[in-house]
Structures are given as structure tokens and as C-alpha cells.
């Protein structure tokens, strides 16, 4: 609000004014009594009170005199506009200078807020460097040296065919923990090869060593005399085989718990697979159809206590028949006494909802062998049905990889006391269908990511073999970064300072966080001793959604701590500055990375990522002045590592292009072929455990990003972002309709604005089906809905939409279909 002028100034313009009446109403009277008649002049000489005469009359007697008055008044009148001019414009004068000081005031005060604010933002800063070079003093030490293995083993155990075990017949001392950094195989070309599937799987698996020398265990397909290296034999299983050996075998024979495994027997490949979610009326709540070549003995006793429910002569179709009842054919019955699926086994539990596994009906664990459930457990998985076993203790022998599958072998299967099998129809009644349907999504995990393959189960094989032996697995595979520069360099050579109008549309906040220092997120060094059920376990990776779980809260403010927590230091009002000067939560100090693409495709949808620690991918079509006003805006942004720019663009980047810049490096990558699928490559430049994915049509501001940052960080293992999209069935036209209107029920969140965990790039290049990356090619789009599918299938949880506070929320609008 404009203050008023001086006090001084105001009474010298109310003097004038004062003035100048008066002297107008003088002159107006003098003026008036010239030209009025004779009669009148009387009236007019009493109101001037002129001195200088005795009588009225005589103030005109001289004509001379009157015109000498006039000019007198004129020039006074002239004065007086003159001085009038000069007092107007002194006026002015005084009001523009009083407008400009005001403004001087006002740039003063607004550059002593910014000052305060880059001071408030450089203390933090430093702050932030001074709490990181004390975490590193702390921490620099905590390094250790592996000595070599100085165990020797005997090499005449006292009972080795019996008592083999890892302890008294495995060779140690060629797998020393400090020279190996994963289990490694090897194989000698001159073996015999008895299942050519297996010896494809083992070429290919990143276990395998063309050498012997630095391979910790030799895999043989035949029985051969092996000296010096442990050796794991995979086949069916032979009598004449040395009991040093390992064996993996899915055929019956005898095995020994803790040193030999249980494999499950490889089926047609071609055959078609039941969906995850088997969502279907079954004629028969529980079903099977076996047979057996030898004496079935029990299996009256076994088929009269399931049948005791009154209700499972409707409920349940079991077949149990010998080899004379034409179920198996000669090949299939020369495995004596092992129950296997007959002919028509498929058509059964393709109609039921549970299959019953069976074993040798006995009562003592030692007499199950190997191979006994492995045809039935392929077939029960393969139809989508639920797998219920009478349990006697035997599992261990009966289950392919039961000491590494354990957890999900019992989500998947329903074990039963064998006493309880008169009861099983009632138990299984009571199975709801949430229970059922999680059994079954388990079971499918199982059968597609252990067993359906030679490869998949070579792969579970060498996993229970490193944690035997204590070794991780191997590196997850990351994709080499190439620079798209034509010097070889990740980074521009050509920057500007970015402009103040862009800065002034996203830095709204004057403290976010610091801005420093570049701070990896640390290796997942406990991979080894602690698994997830959710993570891919066949690979090493640096980190996880999922492993990584919150500390106690008084963790976070020991002092000199391993751990590296930045907790909020409340004090009395100012709790507003100190959250935004430290991250808190429950998880320690990281930042994210900042990842933009630039793809050329004249009929793709336009869009960008950004890769951020949190990482940010941006993809656009020649669209070099968007790529750079989208990275002018990382200008100042707290927590954030660096930016890769992904280019998709078959010419690399113009010598001309200016970069934007900013506090932290660019990285520009370049990639082998134009493809959405790029946006979610694990590219091996990217440190941080956070990304944050950007199309080039969003514009979101430095708090709403650190916003969703913190809010990520509580929820790792999800999609945290903010545009929403919207599903829902319509009854009336039976088909599925997408809601791309803002409302506050929504399905998925578009990876466009969104944070996700780096782990979730591997997930999707290496675990996702190659059929899906390959129909976004086809379809130039749908990326973010599978990535989407993807998170939510192996997490079972939604993604979490962050509301933009430039953006409100719906809740009351008619849907919109596309």
C-alpha cells in the first residue's frame, strides 16, 4: 500500500491553494466593479477597502491608472499559473521518485529473502557434507580380509554310502569364499551327454566356467570317476554311481537329506499353460487319476478313509488303478511301485479344483524315495489345480527343491496329517476362495519359475547348491551404458545457465533438502544370508524393495552409527525448516537419479523419461528444445544424484545443442535400437535405488517431486506417482473400460510422473515374459501398463497416487471412455 506524501509537501500545497483563492477572489471583484454601471460601483468599493482614497469614485478616476491596475493583476495572474506548473510538477516528481524508492525497497526485499534462501540452502548443504564426511570416517574402516580356506578333508570317509552329507564328502577347499564371487561350474566336453536339454541350460547359465581350474563343482550327465573337484551328477538315478557324487535326479531311487536333490521330471515345453488366476467352476472339489506298475499295497485302506465324508461320493474323483487296468504303458511301468498320472489324468484335474498327490502309502519317511510325486506334481500345476498331500514327514524327499522352495511349497500345497484323511472333504470345504486362489497363484510362481524348464530348474538347482556352500549368486545383468557423444563422452560439452522465468515455475519452496553430496545407495552386502520370496533369487542385486526392513526408531540417533539416518531434529517453532533440512523416516540418507530419453519415432506417442536417485526417462520425437527446458527445471533440486538422458535418436546429439547447466553431471546413453522398452533398461550408470520416470506434456514442481520422494521412500516396494487411470467392467456391453479422467478411485498409475525402486528395471527386462516387451514394440505404447502389471503381480499390492497441488481431485465425474 502507497504511504502518504510529507507532511511538509501537503501544508505548502494547501497554502497555495488558499492563496490562490484569494487573489482570484480579489481580481474577480476588481474586475466585476470596472464594468458595472455607475449606481453599483458603491457596493463594490465598500467590499475592496481601497486605502488609498477618501471616496469610492476616485479609485476610477483616471483611466490611465485603471489600465496600469490590469496589467498589474494580469502579470500577477501569469505569475501565479507559472508557480502552479512548477508546484504540479514538483509534485510529480516527488510521487515518481516516492514510486521508485518503493520499488528499490521492494527488490532489496526480495533479494535479501533469495540471499537468505541460498544461505539457509548453502548451510544445509553444508550440513549435509559435514554429516556425510562423519558417516565416512566412521565407516571407512569396516573392511575385512577372507583368508584361504585352511580345512582339509578327508578323502576316506567311514561310511560314505550312508553317511555322505556336505560336511564329510564335499571338497571345500576348491570353493574358498575369498576367490569365488558366485558358485561356479564347469563341465568336460568329452563327457557323455544322456538329456541334450541340460547340457543346453548349463552352457548358458551364468554359473558355468569354460575351465575347471576356477570352478568350485563339476557337472557330469553320466557316471565318470571324478578326482580333486566335487562333482553333481544330473540324470536318473544309477546304483553304480560313486557315493561322493551329488545327485539330481527326478526318477525314484534313494535320497540323501542335505546332500543329493529332488528334481521334477522336464515335460513338452509346447504344452499349453493354465493362466496365474484359474478362475473356474470345477465339477469335483479334489481329483486324481493314478496308476502303478507293482502291488499297491494300502491302497484299499487309503480310498476308504477318503471316502468317509458322506458328501464325497459327489465331491471327489479319485481313480487309483494298477498297470493291468491298461493305464500305463510299458515304458511308463518299468518304474516299479511309483504312482504316476494316467492317460486321462489331464481331463480329471482340468475339472477339479484340488488334485491329491499319493505316495507309497507307507508310514515310515525313510521308505519314500525320490520321483515318487515329481509326474504327479507336473500334472496337478500344468492343470491349475491345487496340490493336497497326506502327509507323513516325507516331504523333504518327495518335493523338488524342498530346502530352498520350503516357504512357498507350503503356501502352495495343503499338507494334511495322514491320520486327518477321513476329514480331508470337510477341510477342504472350508477353503475360501481367497485362500484358494492364493494356493493356486503360488503354485503357478512354482511351476513357471522352477520346474517348467530345464533352464529354470538348472538355475534352482545351483541356487540350493550356493546356499549350501554360502555363496551368493551372480551379479544381476545390467546393460552397458554407451555414450552417444561423438567424442566418447557421457557428457555435453556446451551448457548455458538456466533461465530464471523456468526456475521461478518449479522452485517455488525456499527449502526442500541439500543439494549435495552425490551419495550412492549402498550394496545389499546381507543378499547372501537373508532372501526374499518376491525377488528374483538366481541374481545378486544391489538392492530390493523388499529385503530392505525399518529399523527401531531410537536407531536412527545413536551416535557414530553404522547406519546412515539423517533424523529431523524438531525444536520449538522450527519443525518446518529442519524436516525440509533432513530427510527422517525410518530408512536411511540416498538420493535418485534423473534419466531423460530422447527417441526419434514420427508416429509414436511424444513423451520423455527422465531417470533420477530417484533416476527420471524422458522420450520425445526431435524434440530438442522440450529435452532441455524438461532438464532446466532439475536446476536446484534437492536429494537428486544425476541425470541420464537415454538417447533413442539413431543420429547422436546435434554439436550445436546446448545443455542446461546444473548441480549435479548429465549422463547422455545411447542405445542399440528405437524402443519405449528402453525407458526400463538397467543401465549401469545409474547409482541410486529411486527413479523418477517424466513424459515431456508433465510439469511437476521441485515440492510436489520431493513430496512423492518421501512418500516413496515408506513404500518402496510400490509405484508411487501422480497421473491415475481408471478400469471397470461394463455389464451392459461385457467388456472392460479405461477412465483416463482425474477421480480419486483409480487402478494404476502411469509411469510418466512416478517413482519406482531400480530393482523393478530388472525385473521388467529380465523376468517379464519376453511376449510383453515385444507386443510395446508392436504397439508403440503401453510400457507403463506393463510395468504396472508387473509390480503389482509380484507385490500383490496397488500403486499409490500422489495428488499434485496444482491439481484437484474429482471425486463426482461422470467416467470417460477411450
Not at 501544508?11 to 466585476?32: D, E, H, K, P, Q
Not at 506548473?85 to 524508492?101: A, K
Not at 543329493?260 to 470345477?282: G, H, I, K, Q, Y
Not at 497421473?723 to 461394463?730: C, E, L, T, V
Amino acid at each position: 500500500m502507497n504511504s502518504c506524501p510529507p507532511l511538509s509537501v501537503r501544508n505548502l500545497i494547501l497554502g497555495l491553494l488558499v492563496l490562490f483563492a484569494c487573489l482570484y477572489v480579489w481580481f474577480s471583484s476588481v474586475f466585476l466593479h470596472l464594468w458595472t454601471p455607475q449606481s453599483q460601483v458603491v457596493t463594490y468599493d465598500a467590499t475592496l477597502r481601497i486605502d488609498s482614497f477618501s471616496e469610492p469614485r476616485s479609485v476610477f478616476h483616471s483611466n490611465k491608472k485603471l489600465e496600469t491596475e490590469i496589467r498589474e493583476m494580469m502579470r500577477i495572474h501569469a505569475s501565479m499559473n507559472n508557480e502552479m506548473v512548477l508546484i504540479e510538477q514538483t509534485r510529480r516528481s516527488l510521487i515518481r521518485s516516492r514510486y521508485e524508492l518503493e520499488a528499490q525497497v521492494m527488490r532489496l526485499r526480495t533479494d535479501a529473502a533469495v540471499a537468505e534462501q541460498h544461505l539457509l540452502r548453502l548451510q544445509t548443504t553444508l550440513a549435509s557434507y559435514q554429516k556425510a564426511a562423519a558417516f565416512l570416517s566412521v565407516n571407512s574402516s569396516n573392511s575385512y580380509k577372507l583368508a584361504p580356506l585352511s580345512v582339509v578333508v578327508s578323502a576316506s570317509p567311514s561310511t560314505p554310502s550312508s553317511g555322505c552329507d556336505m560336511s564329510t564328502c564335499f571338497n571345500w577347499t576348491a570353493c574358498p569364499f575369498h576367490s569365488l564371487s558366485h558358485l561356479r561350474v564347469c563341465f568336460h566336453h568329452e563327457s557323455a551327454i544322456s538329456d541334450s536339454r541340460w547340457h543346453r541350460a548349463l552352457l548358458t547359465s551364468p554359473h558355468f566356467s569354460t575351465s575347471c581350474k576356477n570352478a568350485c563343482v563339476r557337472v557330469i550327465f553320466a557316471p565318470e570317476n571324478c578326482t580333486g573337484i566335487s562333482c553333481l551328477y544330473i540324470g536318473t538315478t544309477k546304483d553304480t554311481m560313486s557315493p561322493y557324487v551329488m545327485r539330481a535326479s527326478s526318477t525314484r531311487g534313494v535320497v540323501r537329506p542335505g546332500y543329493d536333490f529332488v528334481l521334477s521330471p522336464l515335460v513338452n515345453s509346447t504344452s499349453e499353460r493354465p493362466p496365474m488366476v484359474v478362475n473356474r467352476r470345477a465339477r469335483w472339489l479334489l481329483g486324481a487319476s493314478l496308476g502303478t506298475s507293482g502291488p499297491a499295497d494300502g491302497k484299499a485302506a487309503f480310498l476308504m478313509a477318503l471316502r468317509a465324508d458322506a458328501d464325497a461320493g459327489n465331491l471327489v474323483n479319485v481313480r487309483l488303478r494298477n498297470a493291468s487296468d491298461e493305464c500305463l504303458t510299458s515304458s511308463e511301468a518299468l518304474f516299479h511301485g511309483t504312482w504316476r498320472p494316467c492317460h486321462d489324468s489331464n481331463m480329471v484335474l482340468g475339472n477339479s479344483t484340488f488334485c491329491l498327490l499319493v505316495d507309497n502309502l507307507g508310514t515310515n519317511p525313510a521308505d519314500n524315495n525320490s520321483g515318487e510325486l515329481g509326474e504327479q506334481l507336473a500334472t496337478c500345476l500344468s492343470n491349475g489345480a491345487v496340490p493336497v498331500f497326506a502327509s507323513n514327514g516325507a516331504e523333504s524327499r518327495l518335493f523338488p527343491f524342498w530346502e530352498v522352495l520350503e516357504p512357498q511349497w507350503r503356501q502352495a500345497v495343503i499338507f494334511i496329517p495322514r491320520a486327518r484323511l477321513p476329514h480331508l472333504v470337510y477341510f477342504l470345504k472350508t477353503v475360501d476362495e481367497n485362500t484358494r486362489i492364493e494356493m493356486q497363484l503360488q503354485g503357478q510362481r512354482i511351476w513357471r519359475k522352477y520346474l517348467n524348464t530345464a533352464a529354470a530348474q538348472l538355475a534352482t538347482l545351483f541356487l540350493a547348491l550356493s546356499r549350501r556352500l554360502g555363496l551368493p549368486q551372480p551379479p544381476a545383468p545390467v546393460t552397458k551404458s554407451v555414450p552417444a557423444f561423438r567424442s566418447g563422452s557421457f557428457h555435453p560439452e556446451r551448457f548455458y545457465k538456466p533461465r530464471a522465468q523456468v526456475l521461478s515455475q518449479v522452485d517455488v519452496d525456499g527449502l526442500l533438502g541439500p543439494l549435495g553430496p552425490q551419495w550412492d545407495s549402498p550394496p545389499a552386502v546381507q543378499s547372501v544370508f537373508t532372501h526374499s520370496s518376491l525377488a528374483d533369487p538366481f541374481w545378486r542385486h544391489p538392492s530390493t524393495p523388499f529385503t530392505t526392513q525399518p529399523l527401531p526408531t531410537e536407531f536412527q540417533f545413536i551416535e557414530g552409527a553404522t547406519s546412515n539416518f539423517r533424523p529431523i531434529n524438531h525444536t520449538w517453532n522450527t519443525a518446518g525448516k529442519e524436516f525440509a533440512a533432513d530427510l527422517g523416516g525410518m530408512f536411511p540418507y540416498e538420493q535418485f537419479t534423473s534419466s531423460g530419453q530422447e527417441i526419434k519415432k514420427a508416429i509414436m506417442r511424444i513423451k520423455f523419461s527422465v531417470l533420477l536417485s530417484l533416476s527420471v526417462v524422458v522420450l520425445t520425437y526431435d524434440r530438442e528444445s522440450v529435452l532441455t527446458v524438461i532438464l532446466e527445471g532439475f536446476m536446484n533440486l534437492p536429494y537428486l544424484h544425476s541425470v541420464v538422458v537415454v538417447w533413442n535418436n539413431p543420429q547422436p546429439p546435434s554439436s550445436n545443442l546446448l545443455w542446461p547447466e546444473l548441480h549435479v553431471p548429465i549422463y547422455v546413453v545411447r542405445t542399440n535400437k528405437n524402443s519405449l522398452n528402453n525407458r526400463f533398461l538397467p543401465f549401469d550408470i545409474i547409482k541410486t535405488e529411486a527413479l523418477l520416470m517424466l513424459d515431456d506434456d508433465v510439469t511437476l514442481r521441485h515440492d510436489e517431486i520431493i513430496l512423492a520422494f518421501r512418500i516413496w521412500r515408506e513404500n518402496r516396494d510400490r509405484i508411487v506417482g501422480f497421473p491415475a487411470r481408471g478400469h471397470f467392467w461394463s455389464s451392459a456391453s461385457q467388456s472392460w473400460y479405461y477412465n483416463s479422467a482425474h477421480a480419486c478411485e483409480y487402478s494404476m498409475v502411469l509411469t510418466g510422473a512416478a517413482f519406482i525402486h531400480r530393482y523393478y528395471l530388472h525385473a521388467y527386462t529380465t523376468e517379464m515374459p519376453t511376449e510383453i516387451r515385444q507386443r510395446v514394440d508392436e504397439e508403440l505404447n503401453c510400457e507403463d501398463v506393463a510395468m504396472n502389471f508387473l509390480v503389482s503381480h509380484i507385490t500383490r499390492k496397488p500403486p499409490i497416487k500422489v495428488s499434485k497441488l496444482t491439481q484437484t481431485c474429482l471425486c463426482i465425474v461422470p467416467p470417460t471412455f477411450s
